[in-house]
């Protein structure tokens, strides 16, 4: 299938081939259609007359409105929902403003510095707030004394004093202005003030459209203040749903001479004018013919029950031209999509009919298909390893997730670990997963911290404190960064603690060993010595005089290695590894704690604050007694696992390559765009 820019491709190739252009017109029944289509024909026709309008809501005077409208919108009470208010300042005209000594820079480096503070890019009070208020905004003295730094750097004199009379101006201009319009009175004197605002300080004048649009824009201006209802009141919404659809139903009107040169009209501007070739495109079903079939003042089961269906007389006037034009015509081209998604015009579907019954055959007339080359990327990117990554490799010290991480695609290892390549972190973003798990263990650690070297006594002071502690670590984790209907997040939450205080009195803990640990050391395997780090949750000596390793989990706890007999079995390819040890948390983490404590009987767990159905939430590595007699060979299993991964990662010949073979992991993936 074909979009406009390809369709205008198409025409392209079709107007090559017509010998007299001025005889010759293109018609378009979308409007929209025009910019990639002049962009296509300017560079080989030399004269072109365009007698159509261009949609106003395809202009970018449009999106700074409706940016602004949606602001205010979702606006609450003084505070503004800090996504919207961002792209209202992200606009390229409003962030090029010529305020400062009739000079842009000033004003887009405060906007990018404001943008870099609510996402936690620079350090400000500001980061993380999903509603923040002007005044806030204006009285954050440390955002200006960055966007000090920067102007200073790009050579621009400004002063503290004029970059917060810049902003204050600025918020007054996009967002308090609008806020108590209570008529369209009110609202035609903010929109002249603005409009004169951008026609003398923007570029707006830079992209011959634009002036065209501010100009109709003044008239719905003036239409609106000199209305009959303009002092009449009307809610702030209402006021920008109206101007809204008028802005939406307005055309701009192109400039040319229609007695020379290809001709590109719309269909009404075909009447009573006959051509020798004519190009009509988009010919597919809901855009030739245009039905609107939504009726804003009477339903559309009322007209035609008082006999009046203006779907099937606008379809008439519509088919009527189209005869017309091509009636007249010596050659006609018509291009249309065709795809899942689109399908031809029932115009030529007609045609197509009347030409089978003429000649009595199916095959009446041959459609002409339009190739475009692709160039696509290579279907796999391989990264060879030179001297300066083996070294680095050999010198690492890996951890049980960037292992994990090798096992399921070795490329995404080399950008994570070998390049340290990060997601850009947007604190604007809605808590997540990993912001929920990264918040539990933290919240434990805190709350059980008390306990080290004893055994935990859970009563209802306990329950008490761990909950009032909840309440204000949400607070000032969370509740600046949910929205009204997020509320849920929280009960969540709340519900999986409560279950889980009710979990612990049922196990057997004789004294919490350790929070948080981070253990570092080497692991002795037949051919390496591997470096490893890791950091475990939790350490638990029970009732029997053992210790358990705890790993919290908060999502799925489906990674738990199989058997090490099925492990051995199925060998220990990277693939086969990835299918039966699945992850080398648990077994790195029981080889550290082992280390640490030779004599003693040590076991590891998840323990999943989802379910505590089964086994109170915990899945064992060793389930049963026989895993403990067998524990040497099971290790020697593990160790023979990881060996096999570090070979393959130091391995000279090896390459980095993209593992694909799991569409949710590669869809998950951040770096999904530089590998494909």
């Known amino acids: 299938g074909f979009d406009q820019h390809s369709q205008a491709g198409a025409v392209r190739q079709i ?29 080989f026709v030399e004269e072109f007359n365009i007698s159509m309008g261009y949609p106003l809501k395809r202009s970018s005077l449009y999106a700074v409105f409706t940016s602004i409208f949606k602001a205010q919108e979702t606006r609450n009470n003084q505070n503004y929902y800090a996504r919207d208010y961002l792209k209202v300042l992200s606009h390229p005209l409003i962030k090029n403003l010529k305020i400062i000594r009739n000079n842009p820079n000033a004003t887009r480096a405060l906007i990018h510095k404001i943008e870099e503070a609510l996402t936690g890019i620079i350090e400000t009070d500001l980061a993380g707030s999903l509603f923040v208020s002007l005044k806030g905004i204006e009285s954050c003295r440390r955002l200006f004394d960055f966007t000090l730094i920067t102007t200073k750097s790009m050579d621009v004199d400004v002063t503290y004093d004029e970059l917060k009379a810049l902003l204050t101006q600025v918020h007054e201009l996009l967002f308090t202005s609008w806020e108590n319009v209570g008529n369209f009175s009110e609202f035609s004197a903010r929109l002249d003030g603005f409009m004169q605002v951008l026609v003398e300080k923007s570029f707006l004048d830079n992209y011959p459209l634009n002036l065209k649009m501010a100009e109709r824009v003044f008239d719905i201006k003036d239409e609106l203040e000199l209305s009959s209802f303009r002092n009449e009141p009307f809610k702030l919404e209402d006021i920008f749903k109206i101007f809204d659809n008028k802005l939406e139903n307005e055309m701009i009107s192109f400039s040319g001479s229609p007695l020379k040169g290809l001709q590109i009209l719309g269909l009404l501007e075909t009447r009573a004018l006959n051509f020798e070739n004519v190009i009509i495109m988009d010919v597919n079903e809901a855009v030739f013919p245009k039905l609107n079939i939504y ?27 189209f005869r017309r034009l091509i009636a007249q015509a010596k050659n ?279 379910d505590f159905k089964n086994e109170l939430g915990l899945k064992m590595l060793f389930k049963k007694e026989e895993h403990f007699r067998n524990k040497e060979e099971i290790i020697a299993v593990y160790k023979q696992a990881l060996e096999s991964i570090i070979e393959e990662i130091l391995d000279p010949s090896g390459v980095f390559k993209a593992d694909d073979s799991s569409e949710h992991y590669c869809g998950l993936c951040p770096f999904f765009y530089l590998c494909r």
């Open 15 to 43: 107007i090559q081939k017509v010998k007299d252009p001025d005889k010759t017109v293109i018609v378009l029944p979308d409007p929209q259609a025009v910019i990639p289509l002049v962009s296509e024909i300017s560079c």
């Open 295 to 321: 009726e804003p003042l009477i339903p559309r089961e009322i007209m035609i029950s008082l006999g009046l269906n203006r779907l099937e007389k606008d379809e008439e006037i519509q088919r009527y031209q």
């Open 332 to 610: 006609v081209y018509l291009v249309y999509a065709q795809n899942d998604k689109s399908e031809k015009s029932r115009f030529i579907e007609e045609l197509i009919w009347e030409r089978q019954k003429k000649e009595n055959k199916l095959d009446v007339l041959a459609e002409s298909k339009v190739r475009f080359n692709v160039r696509v990327l290579p279907e796999r990117l391989q990264i060879k390893k030179n001297k300066k990554v083996l070294r680095f490799l050999e010198n690492d010290r890996y951890s049980a997730s960037s292992l994990d991480t090798y096992l399921h695609c070795p490329l995404r290892f080399y950008y994570q670990y070998v390049l340290d390549l990060e997601e850009k972190e947007d604190l604007l973003q809605e808590p997540e997963a990993r912001d929920v798990g990264n918040f539990l263990h933290e919240l434990l650690e805190e709350v059980f911290a008390k306990f080290i070297h004893k055994k935990p006594v859970l009563d209802e002071k306990f329950e008490t404190g761990l909950f009032n502690l909840f309440e204000d670590k949400f607070s000032q984790d969370f509740a600046r960064k949910m929205r009204s209907d997020s509320f849920l997040l929280k009960e969540i939450i709340m519900f999986r603690l409560k279950n889980f205080v009710q979990n612990e009195r049922k196990r057997e803990i004789k004294q919490i060993i350790s929070l948080e640990k981070k253990i570092e050391d080497r692991i002795a395997l037949s051919r390496y010595s591997l470096r490893i780090k890791a950091r475990v949750d939790r350490i638990d000596r029970l009732a029997d005089n053992s210790i358990l390793v705890i790993d919290y989990k908060t999502g799925s706890a489906d990674i738990l290695p199989d058997d090490a007999v099925k492990i051995k079995n199925d060998g220990f390819s990277r693939q086969a590894l990835k299918e039966r040890m699945k992850s080398f948390q648990l077994p790195i983490y029981l080889l550290l704690v082992d280390m640490l404590y030779p004599k003693e009987r040590t076991n590891a767990c998840l323990y999943s604050l989802r």
